[in-house]
């Protein structure tokens, strides 16, 4: 059981979000925490980007 917001819940925030805008193939760069959920949404979610970039990405043992 998972308690609070993951990472993984902030990239399919980012998810619905592009594809409320129509979006549907994006450069995507996040830092930091953002680099994570960047990663999310490539890899679990399989969002379709130009390019991603992922910057000063905290090593963690659990992504989501």
């Not at 609070?4 to 819940?9: A, E, Q, S, V």
């Not at 949404?41 to 910057?55: R, T």
Request: without cysteine.
């Amino acid at each position: 059981m998972t308690h609070g917001y993951t990472t993984l819940d902030l990239a399919h925030d980012s998810e619905a979000l592009l594809d409320y805008l129509g979006i549907r193939q994006a450069n995507v760069l996040g830092y930091s925490l953002g680099g994570i959920v960047a990663q999310q949404l490539a890899i679990a979610i399989k969002v379709s980007s130009k390019d991603l970039y992922s910057l000063r990405v905290p090593l963690l043992d659990n992504l989501s």
